[in-house]
T-cell receptor, first 111, second 115 residues
Framework: DAGVIQSPRHEVTEMGQEVTLRCKPI?????LFWYRQTMMRGLELLIY????????DSGMPEDRFSAKMPNASFSTLKIQPSEPRDSAVYFC?????????FGSGTRLTVV | AQSVSQHNHHVILSEAASLELGCNYS??????LFWYVQYPGQHLQLLLK??????LVKGIKGFEAEFIKSKFSFNLRKPSVQWSDTAEYFC?????????????FGQGTTLQVKP
């Protein structure tokens, strides 16, 4: 099992550009989560899906952020337009009854 | 507001010292509790979890945690820390119980162990 796979590992982009983060959950896991980690705010839950359906997106900071899960094996988190304050590490996690597994994260830097 | 609070933001210990990291939560009802560790530059790894039963939970690498329902607490302990325990530690709560549903994390505690 390759675990939760996130891409890219690092992303540096200019302010105003669109950024797309990708996540492949563990096969058979029916829930998927997007978290953002910063020094100031720690780990914040942005959105989570159950069986590909968004259940709770109350953590999405603003309309510039959007997330999709078109099928059970793929999810994206998009920021358009990006701003320097979006700089953070974004983690994807998936879960089943056996537990949660986190990906290695995408370190996003917006300059 | 419902939350998870970790009291210690930064802890510095010498090797062989004992460790206790505090965690309190404010959710009522059935909750499931977790401690995760994040080594520098890595992703979160599960140390231990509590769902029900014995309130003293043993995890990996010699860590344990005690669930005290009356105090809404789930403190992490280790009798003797090692330099390799240097990492960030997160307490997390699933306010709806179970292994699915959202996890709410505390702010994290950075542990620095001096050799």
């Amino acid at each position: 099992d390759a675990g939760v796979i996130q891409s890219p590992r690092h992303e540096v982009t200019e302010m105003g550009q669109e950024v797309t983060l990708r996540c492949k959950p563990i096969s058979g896991h029916n829930s998927l989560f997007w978290y953002r980690q910063t020094m100031m705010r720690g780990l914040e839950l942005l959105i989570y899906f159950n069986n590909n359906v968004p259940i709770d997106d109350s953590g999405m900071p603003e309309d510039r952020f959007s997330a999709k899960m078109p099928n059970a094996s793929f999810s994206t988190l998009k920021i358009q337009p990006s701003e320097p304050r979006d700089s953070a590490v974004y983690f994807c996690a998936s879960s089943s009854r056996r537990g949660y597994t986190f990906g290695s994260g995408t370190r996003l830097t917006v300059v | 507001a419902q939350s998870v609070s970790q009291h210690n933001h930064h802890v510095i210990l010498s090797e062989a010292a004992s460790l206790e990291l505090g965690c309190n939560y404010s959710y009522g009802g059935t909750v499931n509790l977790f401690w995760y560790v994040q080594y520098p530059g890595q992703h979160l790894q599960l140390l231990l979890k509590y769902f029900s039963g014995d309130p003293l939970v043993k995890g990996i690498k010699g860590f344990e945690a005690e669930f005290i329902k009356s105090k809404f607490s789930f403190n992490l302990r280790k009798p003797s820390v090692q330099w390799s325990d240097t990492a960030e530690y997160f307490c997390a709560v699933n306010p709806n119980g179970g292994n699915t549903g959202k996890l709410i994390f505390g702010q994290g505690t950075t542990l620095q162990v001096k050799p």
